[in-house]
């Protein structure tokens, strides 16, 4: 691996830059790692809520990633946003061919509304094709229950059994979210082959939420190249995103639920 890690986002756009691969090249950039991107989707948003969805084509996608990867190989690949079963079928399909050492699944299935964001066929794909060509996933409950066609987990005990079924779908390793869950602490589940951990961080007081699960996957991969496990890596990005957040406020950022403020450590 190279001195500064070469880190993919594979993901949409977000106009209002709190999110999607926006997010990513912020949270990348503020990590200390060179970002590229490779774009699935263009999404009219801000931080009210999302008004459109223009997909791009899977055979473009995939040719998008062979011409990056054939010429800049990344050291980690964060996946975000994925609309479709053809698209999640190129995606894999580039894994398979250029092997990279570290992936990062964001599984972008529910809306913060409560709907479901992918069709059937597309979340088939994303559990059956994925799953089990990424090294870590990490869902919030809905997209966990949905992945396992189940009701979303109501306690930290049912987090750890939640977690296990989805390494038992072919995950490698899994971060459950918790931050829907009441109490002033938020804490995760980490499950990897050894067994489950749990990560806490304290809840923020603050509206400014926007695009938290982007930042939290991409500042992952930005940061697994440089530690020796997932656990690390992980526990690095809650205290990074954990800043973030408490800095959220100073941005003044639209008129809904604004972004977290990636570069809090610089200005």
Known sequence: MSAVPKVLSIAGTDPSGGAGIQADLKTFSALGAYGMTVVTALVAQTTTGVKGIHEVPAEFVAEQLDTLLADVPADAVKIGMLGNAPLIKAVAAALDTYRPEYVVLDPVMVAKSGDRLLPADAVAALRETLLPRVHLITPNLPEAADLLAEKPAGSLA??????????????????????????????????????????????????????????????????????????????????????????????????????????HAIW
């Open 158 to 263: 049912e987090m750890h059994e939640q977690a296990q079924r989805l390494r038992a779908l072919g995950a490698r390793q899994v971060l459950l979210k918790g931050g829907h869950l009441d109490g002033e602490t938020c804490v995760d589940v980490l499950a990897t082959p050894e067994g489950t951990v749990e990560l806490a961080a304290p809840r923020v007081d603050t509206k400014n939420t926007h695009g938290t699960g982007c930042t939290l996957s991409s500042a992952i991969a930005a940061l697994r190249p440089r530690h020796d496990d997932w656990e690390g890596a992980v526990r690095a990005a809650k205290t990074y995103l954990t800043e973030a957040l408490r800095a959220a406020d100073s941005l003044h950022v639209g008129h809904g639920h604004g972004p977290v403020h990636h570069f």
